[in-house]
């Protein structure tokens, strides 16, 4: 009112003032209306949206063959939580109607099957590809959705969890042999170089140039496996490797060490995947419904360490066949043997309730909750015997809890209950109970996964590998610090070969071998360098460093490590491993039996094959090296004495002072050593 | 302040002359076979000797290479720097070994010889650093021109191909020809030089290092000579032959042939028997499997009765099970009915054709039941 007053009082002062004023109160009022406008127009486009977007779910009803509508009707009766059979049917169904054209039908026919299905991720798979082809961008979700079912129940998360597991070690384990065997050929020259010398001067024949071959021969004729092989390897390389490729080689060794300490003796993922382990069984009621092969599959399972686990899945399937006293009978044996078990209360529970005991049921849950106040079966079903006691208030905040505390994710895993009106949820078991099931199993397996696919390759256990490959690495560094200083085998400056102190000519301020030094012999100062020059050219360009060049292209990343990109080239060499693992065992080396289609999938193999092609152009693109290396060489009536010392002692690459350099490898310009300058 | 680049995308003649135009002083590294700075101050050439690399020290090499000084000279030259720490330009001076005047002209001919072989270069990567800063303690005898020196590098770039067509080998042998009224042409002072060297028959390439001049002095002295009749070529070289230096060697061994290659034979055959036979026999492949599944007692813990597949054929078996029994209870959902054989599931698209092939040699035996409701899977 003063406001208004005042308001009033400043109009009559000045009309302009009030006219302005008047303007800009009409302004306000119009932006009000409209982020009204908007609002209501949001709000509508919004509604709109939400309600025109399918909310409501798939029924049976959409089920168009009567024969699986039965089959599905069925499952559903023995209390199945998620109907795989049918989504399996459904999908082959869909996939001959996209076959025959009708795509927005065979899409349908998709979301149903993937709405049947907890853990069958084909239709989430399929319809992002349909959805990619026709370029919406809902691929991505059906995507994630696909990945999300192939990681959501414990069988599928184990069998990912296990297969990765075998697919990295194995990886790791190929990568480190063929880096090794990569750093055999680059190093090939300089471990052959003093065997070489010392045989060719007391045998004739077989020509020393084969020696290494011999040994090799010798070597794999003894079939000693890859084991042994690489032990062997790591012993011979680590004397000559640079410290780069050491680095790599220590990494290597420390992740394989690793594996083989802490995986390689664990088998907890085993009885995931094993398809008829007690933790595989006692799974089932997860998945299934009541059948009596199921039950049957449980009952034979008389290990007393088990009884508790056993009891309470027998009791869940009698529960969902509704025999309720047998159910009650198990679930009662079940937690009076292990009273922590909260899925055994909850289940109890539903009896009481289906018996219209409400007070009972409702302490069932309320003992499940005191185990895990987390549990979202429980709150759901306390909140529905709430409404039946006519609690609301309370039956209210047990239903938000159950919300809060994922009850949505379990519909997800549960999605047979969506076609279903069930008042009450059921539990069966939880993945940790079900991992902790499997830890128990698995330590009754001595043997190790890994020993088993790969045993018969490396002839050694997998499991000693922890403390061989650091033992290798050892020896290899007693031997380099035992081996006597003749054995120091290095390059010649000019055409790279190996010398040693032995055979190395390293009068005129460079260290050459002996076909360097013979050409040299006699020359005059001038003519050193061209001569040189010319051998380098010969010998290098045209012969060494093509025939090591195409040893190193055998395996992708080869030309990596002998252009010293070695991470890169480890890393090229870990992929290619991988894409070949996958090519040989067409994906995954465990396979879900359930949902194997063809033993066959072309496009699986064209993307491992284009993995493998991308990295072996990658590898084939790295340039050759022409090994160009500039040094510095006197004519010898010029050459400084360095007071009787030798210089290939000092450092390899020696630099003598007040001389030409000179860039070797332009060998088309090259026209003596003083005309090189002009 | 610096700027750089690729002699593709700027030539360096370019860049001289920016630096001449623009009188800048600092320090232009060129980087390609060999990395040279060179020096500038107000936009003249100052010096081509880097401070920083003593190793590579572009006047020592000319000093060498053309004869100024011999070997045991500068290695005493070389024992009184190491001793003094003095740059090579003081001593030579402080020893009497060059006058100062002589030492200039020597600086300049080396500047203009590295020049020139810069110049040269096709491809190289040049950053000039700007600074006065980067003078200290450069010695220098003389500021050269960049143009001049750019006119005169062009010029020996041009000229000296066909003087080498004159001149192709370095094995030629030069003397020269004495006048009998010992009356001269007028001589240029290289050409007076070089001609009073020659008095003795000599080789291009010794005449080049004790030449004291750089070579395309030397060269151009030499033409200078023979158009003025002073010079005879006492005798053309023969052309080298490129002889294949990598040519297949004869390699003649001195040591046995008989005995090693039977041990080597000996040797291999060895090798074969024990991977045959010994170790085999001893550490069969897949050995430390085999002897779990020997002795199983001594491996599984417990007395209680496992459920868990004993090796991994045992899972991949129980898998294929699992993979029919899939198969069946599809085949029951679409039909209402069990299959009569398994071979129908194959047939119809349930299974791969190699799983059926596969549970049949697992042993796997299905019977079906009257009324095709239920069925038997069992393993022999």
Known sequence: MIIAEKTTRQCTKTDVYCKNREKGLEKTVSYRNTIKFGLIITLCLGLSIAFCTSATGNSIDDITNSKIKSYTNNALHLGAPALNTSSRLIYRDAIETIKGGNWKEGKKKLLLARDLSSDYSAPSYTLARIELMHAHPDFIIYFLEGLNKDTMSFYKRNLLLINIEITLIIALGITLFVYLVLLLIKYSSKFNHKPMEIYSKKIAFPPPKYLGLMIITGLLFMRLGLAIYALLLIIIVWSYISRKEKTVLLILVILLSFSSFFIGKRNNLVPGIDEYSITRRLSLINEKGADKKTIQLIKEIDSPEFRAERNFALGTLM??????????????????????????????????????????????????????????????????????????????????????????????????????????????????????????????????????????????????????????????????????????????????????????????????CKDCSEIIKGLSSVKVTEALLRRRRQKITKKTTSSEWKKMLFFPGGTHIYTKKTFSGVLIIFISSIAILSLVWNGFYFKDPRYEFTSFSLWKMILYLTILVIEVVISTRVSNPRKNKSYNILPQETHIEQSGEKSWYKTENHKSPGVKNIEAGKDENFSGVFMDTL | MAFEGDVKDFGLSEIFQLISVQQKSGMLLVNCEKKIAIFFHDGMIV??????????????????????????????????????????????????????????????????????????????????????????????????????????????????????????????????????????????????????????????????????????????????????????????????????????????????????????????????????????????????????????????????????????????????????????????????????????????????????????????????????????????
Not at chain 2, 68 to 75: A, H
Not at chain 2, 199 to 219: T, W
Not at chain 2, 342 to 371: H, M, V
């Open chain 2, 47 to 380: 010096s081509t000797r880097d401070r920083r690399d003593r190793t590579r020290d572009p006047l020592k090499d000319y000093l060498l290479r053309y004869g100024f000084l011999n070997r045991s000279e500068m290695n005493n030259l070389q024992q009184i720097q190491i001793e003094t720490k003095l740059d090579l330009t003081e001593i030579m001076l402080s020893e009497k070994y060059y006058s100062e005047d002589e030492l200039k002209t020597i600086f300049t001919d080396q500047i203009y010889e590295t020049i020139q072989e810069i110049l040269s270069w096709p491809k190289s990567h040049y950053k000039f650093i700007s600074g006065n800063k980067l003078l200290q303690g450069v010695k220098n005898f003389s500021s050269i021109r960049v143009d001049a020196v750019l006119m005169e590098s062009m010029r020996r770039i041009d000229e000296f191909p066909r003087l080498k067509t004159t001149f192709p080998s370095l094995e030629m042998m030069f003397k020269n020809i004495a006048k009998q009224d010992n009356k001269l042409p007028e001589l240029t002072r290289n050409e007076d030089f070089i001609y009073e060297l020659l008095e003795e028959e000599m080789k291009l390439s010794e005449l080049i290092s004790k030449g004291k001049m750089a070579s395309f002095n030397i060269y151009e002295a030499l033409k200078g000579l023979l158009e003025k009749e002073l010079l005879q070529i006492a005798r053309e070289s023969i052309p080298e032959i490129e002889t294949p230096l990598h040519k297949e060697k004869n390699e003649i061994y001195s040591g046995k042939r008989v005995l090693p290659t039977f041990a080597t034979l000996l040797t291999l055959l060895a090798c074969l028997f024990i991977g045959e036979f010994a170790i085999p026999s001893v550490l069969a492949p897949g050995w430390p499997l085999h002897s779990v599944q020997a002795n199983p007692n001594r491996y599984i813990a417990s007395t209680t009765k496992t459920y868990l597949a004993g090796n991994l054929e045992e899972i991949k078996t129980r898998q294929l099970e699992k993979k029919v029994r899939s198969a069946l209870s599809e085949y029951m959902a679409e039909r209402k009915s069990y299959p009569l054989t398994l071979e129908i599931l194959s047939i119809r698209g349930f299974i791969p054709e190699e799983t059926c092939t596969r549970a049949n040699q697992a042993g796997f035996k299905y019977k079906l039941d009257k009324n095709s409701q239920s069925y038997l899977l069992n393993r022999e």
């Open chain 1, 319 to 512: 529960y969902k066949r509704d025999e309720l006293e047998t159910a009650k009978e198990y679930l009662r044996r079940s937690v009076s043997e292990k009273n922590d078990l909260e899925s055994a209360y909850i289940n109890l529970g539903n009896i009481y309730f289906k018996e219209g005991y409400f007070d009972k049921a409702l302490a069932g849950y309320r003992n499940a909750s005191s185990i895990d106040s987390t549990n979202a079966v429980a709150q759901y079903n306390i909140g529905q015997t709430c409404i039946k006691k006519m609690r609301f208030r309370l039956s209210s905040s047990a239903l938000t809890k159950a919300g809060e505390f994922g009850i949505e994710r379990y519909k997800k895993e549960n999605p047979a209950i969506t076609f279903g009106n069930n008042e009450i949820l059921d539990s069966g078991f939880r993945k940790s109970d079900l991992r902790r099931i499997a830890a128990r199993e698995a330590k009754n397996r001595k043997l190790v996964l890994i020993d088993e696919i790969i045993g018969d390759w490396i002839f050694l256990p997998f499991s000693y590998m922890w403390f061989l490959l650091p033992i290798s690495i050892l020896i290899g560094g007693i031997i380099k610090r035992l081996l006597p200083k003749e054995w120091n085998v290095f390059n010649c400056d000019n055409c790279d070969n190996p010398v040693c102190p032995n055979c190395v000519d390293s009068e005129h301020g460079i260290n050459l």
